[in-house]
């Protein structure tokens, strides 16, 4: 279960952050476009039998630091990672990313590799200049969040997550509306107008690439172009699931995990 939930100044904003776990290696989780750190919770108690796990609220969602006055760009939310963990003084710090929060992983350990001992990127968005696009569309966030923001349930949830449990849909129409709708537009602009191959080649610790089965976003193609850049890029596949991979099939997820770090997580699901 959750120890703690509290704020760090960091890189000069407020960054809140969830724990769970006990005194051990720390496993830093960083959400994707529209995912405050609590929609994590269900993975995060899962990962806390073996780590010290945080999750974190980016910049302009959940609960840190938002508004019109701040860089909403993949550098300005690699700088808080970086420094969120200095602030922490985590060291050893596995650092698992997911879609979004993977861009911001591999760009923070091409930048500034302290305290980073392993990088799980769990399928990051491969669109950019000259590239495929994404294949999620704006408007089905700005949408949900414009609904979030003037109140919806988990009934008006599921027209936008319609394979979620109740209490999935229940937390994210609850907690959506805390995603600053610029923030959201600037990262999906960011898919496609920043490239992710740029940061592979330069990832010079032990990195893994899980990949959705399912999910259309990364494609045999994308595969052997990230594994010509890094060669020792692990990669692991989840064939059951669509992008939110833990979502779909946390059985799944949690036996990719076990792969690329060499746990039995899986054993403690019930």
């Not at 703690?4 to 100044?9: C, D, L, M, P």
Request: aromatic share 8%; hydrophobic share 45%; proline share 6%.
């Amino acid at each position: 279960m959750r120890q703690s939930g509290f704020n760090v100044a960091a890189n000069g904003i407020r960054q809140h952050v969830l724990r769970y776990g006990h005194s051990a290696q720390p496993l830093v989780i960083i959400p994707g476009i529209t995912s405050p750190a609590i929609t994590w919770e269900f993975v995060a108690e899962a990962l806390a039998q073996n780590f010290d796990t945080y999750v974190v609220d980016v910049r302009g969602r959940g609960l840190s630091s938002a508004g019109p006055e701040l860089d909403y760009g993949v550098d300005a939310m690699a700088d808080d990672l970086v420094a969120l963990l200095d602030a922490l003084k985590l060291e050893n710090a596995i650092v698992l990313g997911h879609s979004m929060g993977a861009r911001i992983a591999a760009r923070a350990a091409s930048k500034q590799p302290a305290r980073m001992a392993h990088l799980v990127l769990v399928d990051p968005p491969v669109s950019g200049p000259g590239r495929r696009a994404y294949p999620s569309k704006l408007p089905w966030y700005t949408d949900s969040i414009a609904q979030a923001t003037t109140g919806m349930d988990a009934e008006a949830m599921r027209a936008f997550c319609p394979t979620w449990t109740d209490e999935q849909l229940a937390l994210r129409a609850e907690w959506l509306h805390t995603c600053f709708a610029p923030a959201i537009v600037k990262a999906f602009n960011d898919f496609h107008e920043t490239s992710f191959h740029d940061d592979v080649p330069g990832l010079k610790l032990p990195a893994a690439l899980m990949v959705a089965g399912k999910g259309g976003v990364i494609q045999s193609e994308d595969i052997a172009e990230l594994s010509s850049l890094n060669n020792k890029l692990q990669i692991v596949h989840v064939p059951d699931a669509g992008h939110m991979i833990p979502w779909d099939d946390l059985q799944g997820f949690i036996s990719a995990v076990d792969s690329i770090l060499g746990t039995s997580l899986r054993k403690t699901l019930s």
